[in-house]
């Protein structure tokens, strides 16, 4: 079945808040998003009242969501299925910015420590996005190079579901559920695998970024809006424990986590387990090829949690 | 007002859950805490259906806590005050246990990411608590020291409130909310401060440990149960970032992060923010003094967050 | 100047020792490298007598280097250019191995800890080398995938100089002065910038690995034996911080340190300074296109220091 | 025997350096320090034909130590033991500063990474010394605290031999030779056991703080200069990993690393190996008791590795 949804609500967090659509498995879902300030196709802001709000708290009003969708059948231990069919960029511009205490250069933590020294200051710029010719163009005001132009490949920056043991998350972060992994691999094509922590998933997604560079450096990507069409699917009786990602080349794994390098053996342990489990390697001969054949992907260094993307070459699978 | 509260039910998350009972500034709680497994007082595990659950999801079944309690007039940008008035313990033993896959030297992340080296042996360990003498006895049966006798120092395992954004958090993570902090100065004596960043607060306390060293290494202290006696009252109009502790000889702060190393930052930029705030330093001879003066306590390393604590001498406060 | 070189001594640190021979700018060096562990290109392990070696201490003997080689009119402060030319593999096999307590998942430190739980079985690997195909092979003896062929793709795991300020370090960490970083950039047909630290700069280099994967997981690759040739010259007057490398699509900087973090920071620090110095890009705006177009490879996470490269494509170089 | 010694050269790196005196086992040596700048007890700084320098490359110029001192007998394999008799102010100031861009919290990495933010103005700080009452005073100018009285507690900044593996650091660094530990525990009345790397293990010592609190914070303690006694003696035969600390209370373990985690995991595990070794624990109970009564303190978090001091009550040793 396929449905055509309009967000009336966007949320803040990752957890199974009111429903916005029930899914079925086998069920297609197209949709907009907006960018991670709330700015839409046309460049105008969602109104307050479209936010997630509430009398008694404050939202961290980054990276609205749309949903959280509720997919039948999607019991605890199972695995969710997304099919990532269309990203589709309706907007001719993205900004981003250089950030005075965000971004991996410029230190602020996941709790907001700052650091004694002075800011930096602030800065933003506009790419214009041609879908057309499938390039972004930015003018540089002060650099030998006047004009860059970068191909686009969009992707969703946040994508997943509700978190593990009964938590909620903001969707500044990402985690063992997703959310906000900001890693190019979530692109038009590849499939998506989460594992289902709470009854009925609870898929929630948004962020789409039109290029980015590896680590999202400045902590800010090319931030604009798209139209989104996605397949959900269940597969029943399967834990996976991290999100994992497949598209014609590679299986991967996405592990989140501080510090870095807990990302990178996360990733790398759920990856080994997926090649046990699944394409009867030996868990010793899987870690010696995967040493071998691996690549890793420096995905976010700029979230409450970094990821790193572990890659298995499909072409080495049995 | 003083009341005397009997929990219903034991949660095993920090947020804004049903409230248990409502709290005025000034009055005194007084309650009984479970330990870390929900054994009482008297060694019996609390039933099922005292226990937080759902149909949907399942919970980390560690730190069963009491609570939350609303705290009237608490509004987000207040600050809560908590005096631990009294810690009785109320048992005649705590256990403890070395773990396979948890603590500092065994190595499983707050992901669940367990290393390719096989597990250390799980080991358990009966202390027997003698409060009387204020002590407690381990016989240990492999060592030359045939039996060891240390003294009690009893104290808040966890104590916290509902998250900032929204998010709700497991009862094992600590944060700036608070939570497992695992730090020895939630000591009968201390008054805790914490940040409100939801109306009502929703204190939430449990995981009493009869002792503990720094940094709790294997993972688990002498875990146990006590009667617990507390006052709240809230300071209207000042935020704080993260908990803070006072006690006769210092005022505290607690950071908690990953990599330790962000505790560490986080607890003394916080401090340097008390110390400019509160007692008029200038910022830059604020790091120079606390350079020279301060004191710092690794408070836990096995937690999803790590917790180090900052402290400065009030002999040296204006 | 062309030299052919055989080597008398390797030695196991990087450090101005006893010149192996004075290189001039421009002269070109071919020689012969041994494996990780010293064996040659007919499996024979190098004689005692031709190791480093002293009465007074042990040497860690990984790595056996060639060199070094003293770069005359290297002065402090000065560039190094060291074109590698070509890689040769001269032997039909190459080890690998899974350690017990060496590699990201199974965590020995830089200081020989080693966690409390059991280590993980050694386990060594024979990759069959065939240059002709450009492949290599390997027999699984438990999975249901019988039979690996990868494509080869030879680097020097260990290339670097004289560190800074009269360290002496061993073969076994990368640094700032280049050393054991282990990364697949240093091929044929790249070029590498290493700083100039001690008059003489003290070039010596090593540990050929057949192919790897990003951050050699296991912290062993397909180690060999190969002839190298090598083209020397000198920037004078210019100075750089860490490693560079050049090939045709990208310029290149090797940050290495721990935490992983610190390494991906250092990285992209000294590439914004490369963009501003010489290529006249503004600091902001090179942070800004460094974080759309910018690519980062984990080069390794096992050895004293994990080493990361930050790529800047030269298409976008003015 | 005993020894007074007066420096000729002072040594900006821990190696084997040309000896600047033979020790025998048993032998008392009385010196002086110079600060870490190289100012001595008069104020004066030692002229540069005393500093360790060379014409082809630079040092880096902090922390001259005195020495190194050959101690005979002493081989690859044995420890040395360094019993801190006396350390005796000999200067009427202490200075210190907050850095711009060095220290815990403006961040400025081992290799010299600069965050982008910029760096906070540098300042310093010219303390009092009144060895006769026991205390610093510092005048305060922008704070309502007009002025801080603090206690001293001098301690050896540096004290190390040669490095493993035929390595030489600077007198930065800290490790597993000892080194720049900037540790409160290196104070008159201490032993300090070194791990002798190196035949005649090259002991050099220097550095001394006035007083410092825990972790160095800015990076700079109360630097100064002073009059040092010291007895060597040599435990043949028996091999320590990391530097060990004894006084009246505790036995103690100086772990150096990076991050710092790796320091609390290093000092922990050779604490319980020691306590297997020297004392009979079992294993399994040593990391229960020491789970239990140990105490961590964080030694610095500014040199090039952070050094934590793991500690173990001597009250409950066999």
């Given at each position: 079945m396929d449905h055509r949804f309009f967000p009336s609500t966007y949320y803040y967090t990752f957890g199974p808040h009111e429903t916005a659509l029930r899914l079925k498995p086998g069920d297609r879902l197209v949709t907009d998003t907006v960018d991670a300030r709330g700015y839409d196709c046309e460049g105008n802001s969602i109104p307050e009242s479209m936010r997630q709000q509430s009398e008694d708290t404050e939202y961290y009003r980054a990276n609205p969501l749309v949903g959280p969708f509720y997919i039948e059948d999607a019991l605890l231990g199972d695995t969710l299925i997304v099919k990532i069919l269309k990203i589709e960029l309706n907007r001719d511009y993205a900004w981003s910015k250089n950030n005075s205490n965000f971004g991996s250069l410029t230190e602020e933590g996941p709790g907001k420590r700052l650091l004694l020294n002075q800011p930096m200051e602030e800065q933003y710029f506009r790419w214009i996005l041609r879908p057309g010719q499938n390039s972004a163009v930015l003018e540089l005001k002060?650099?030998?190079?006047?004009r860059i132009e970068i191909p686009l490949h969009p992707f969703l920056g946040s994508i997943g579901v509700a978190p593990r043991y009964g938590r909620v998350e903001t969707s500044l972060s990402p985690g063992e559920y997703g959310g906000?992994?900001?890693?190019?691999?979530?692109?038009?094509?590849t499939t998506v695998y989460l594992p289902i922590?709470?009854?009925?998933?609870y898929l929630a997604f948004g962020d789409v970024h039109a290029a980015q560079g590896d680590g999202e450096l400045s902590g800010t990507a090319l931030e604009t809006s798209a139209e989104v069409t996605l397949e959900v699917d269940v597969i029943k009786g399967k834990a996976i424990e991290w999100p994992r990602f497949e598209d014609k080349e590679n299986i991967m794994v996405a592990g989140s986590s501080r510090p870095l390098m807990e990302a990178y053996k996360i990733a790398h342990v759920e990856m080994i387990s997926w090649l046990v489990s699944d394409y009867s390697f030996d868990r010793e001969e899987a870690l010696q090829v995967l040493t071998q054949v691996g690549k890793c992907r420096v995905?976010?260094?700029?979230?409450p949690k970094y990821t790193v993307v572990a890659k298995f070459p499909k072409k080495y699978l049995p």
């Open positions: 002060k650099s030998r190079l006047r906000n992994m900001d890693c190019v691999e979530s692109k038009e094509g922590f709470v009854k009925g998933g995905g976010n260094v700029v979230d």
